[in-house]
């Protein structure tokens, strides 16, 4: 009678549906009337639900398309393309953590279920969970590692196509003020060339930045070791809503510019340095250390400088 009472407390303590379900279940009597039920599920449990949401992961891995540039530098759209392909691929490797932590609750959920585990010790049990919740928190860490990445690459490549549009604007204004002023019998400039050659307004979302305080910018900021930069190393900053790049120069002493070209606004990290100079990818401007331009491909050499 104990033997009976205690088979149907721990058969009421078990989880239990109501729903019909594909399952089959075999009975087996030991002498003396005690009764043993054994369960046998599908294999994967619910293959319903499960399809439903591993179509949600089912992308391409995007490693094998990467963007090949056949030229030395990047024109505009390649640089979008780039832009855009960082944002396919963490978009991929955000699938792929969250898949990980999904196979792993359930791992931790067939480890507690009674029913579907296989007969294993206390201490047996611990151990899984504690590798199984080792695990779990290391792939939570990556999905917030592909949040930061897929937000870093949208921030890059919403900066690209703003760079885009601000200078194709302005040629296309300055071409059409042009054509304007040639005609014959016009004396007088529209309202639109008017507007057009004003400075065009930006929207700044994250409201007008306040003057910092000459004390704050009279310090020395550490950026990086210097024995980190090489001769073929940049590292763009970002110094009071500047950008900045730092690299090596001819005499191997490392300088600072500003990481903008002066001919196209492009950010000058994207390139190279080559002899010593920073070359801009777009057109292949080279600038050194004290911000002078000493190549110009395919433009007479004149006296350009930028900040640094």
């Known amino acids: 009678m104990t033997a009976i009472a205690t088979a149907t407390a721990i058969s009421l303590s078990l989880p239990f549906s109501l729903c019909r379900s594909n399952k089959s279940y075999t009975r087996k009597f030991v002498k003396g009337s005690f009764g043993v039920f054994a369960v046998y599920g599908e294999e994967g449990g619910i293959p319903d639900k499960k399809s439903s949401w591993l179509t949600l992961f089912n992308v391409e891995d995007p490693r094998t398309k990467v963007p090949q540039s056949k030229g030395k530098f990047l024109d505009a759209n390649q640089a979008l393309e780039v832009a855009r392909f960082d944002i396919q691929y963490c978009d991929w490797r955000a699938r792929q953590d969250v898949l990980t932590i999904m196979l792993l609750h359930e791992k931790v959920v067939e480890v507690l279920n009674p029913l579907a585990r296989e007969y294993k010790s206390i201490g047996t049990v611990k151990k899984e969970l504690a590798d199984l919740q080792e695990a779990l928190s290391q792939a939570h860490k990556e999905v917030h590692i592909s949040e930061v990445r897929v937000s870093a690459a949208l921030d890059k490549l919403a900066y690209m196509e703003a760079l885009v549009n601000d200078r194709l604007l302005p040629e296309r204004s300055t071409e059409e003020s042009d054509s304007t002023s040639s005609s014959p019998g016009t004396s007088t400039v529209s309202r639109d060339n008017v507007k057009s050659k004003q400075p065009r307004r930006t929207l700044n979302v994250s409201g007008p930045v306040q003057e910092y305080s000459p004390h704050l910018k009279n310090f020395w900021y550490p950026v ?25 120069g001819k005499d191997g002493k490392p300088g600072c510019v500003r990481n903008t070209c002066a001919h196209r606004a492009c950010p000058l990290d994207l390139g190279s340095v080559n002899e010593g100079r920073i070359q801009c990818p777009y057109h292949g401007w080279e600038y050194s250390t004290d911000g002078k331009c000493e190549k110009m491909p395919s433009t007479r050499l004149l006296n350009v400088k930028i900040k640094a």
């Open 224 to 248: 990086a070791f210097s024995a980190d930069i090489k001769d073929d190393t940049m590292i763009p900053i970002e110094c009071f809503e500047e950008p900045w790049v730092i690299f090596r």
